[in-house]
């Protein structure tokens, strides 16, 4: 099986830094692309972030130049590091991985349980 961890959210002033981690374990073979997704309260969960097992990067506008997406691929591990960051980031914050968990197998995507990131002074 397959786990992605999230950690790192808190409770943030406006203008403040925070770093989510993401940390994928157990059988795997390959991960593809790694992306960050995040849903405030009554709304549509919304793509934030992916990277690409090359480290090709693609970012919603309402982040670009104030969010910076990342991996390590030696340790399975995915970062977002999020700076200046606006009231209007508060979410919970969800990792997803697409996945091979053997050379054999199809790809799946794997999700994590959401940190929460609240940014209020």
């Known amino acids: 099986q397959v786990q992605l961890v999230e950690s790192g959210g808190g409770l943030v002033q406006p203008g403040g830094s925070l770093r989510l981690s993401c940390a994928a374990s157990g059988s795997i073979f390959s991960i593809n692309a790694m992306v960050w997704y995040r849903q405030a309260p009554g709304k549509q969960r919304e793509l934030v972030a992916g990277i690409s097992s090359g480290g090709i990067t693609n970012y919603a506008d309402s982040v670009k130049g104030r969010f910076t997406i990342s991996r390590d691929n030696a340790k399975n591990m995915g970062n977002l590091q999020m700076n200046s960051l606006k009231p209007e980031d508060t979410a919970v914050y969800y990792c997803?991985?697409?996945?091979?968990?053997?050379?054999?197998?199809?790809?799946?995507?794997?999700w994590g349980q959401g940190t929460q990131v609240t940014v209020s002074s």
């Open positions: 997803a991985a697409d996945i091979k968990q053997s050379s054999s197998s199809t790809t799946g995507r794997f």
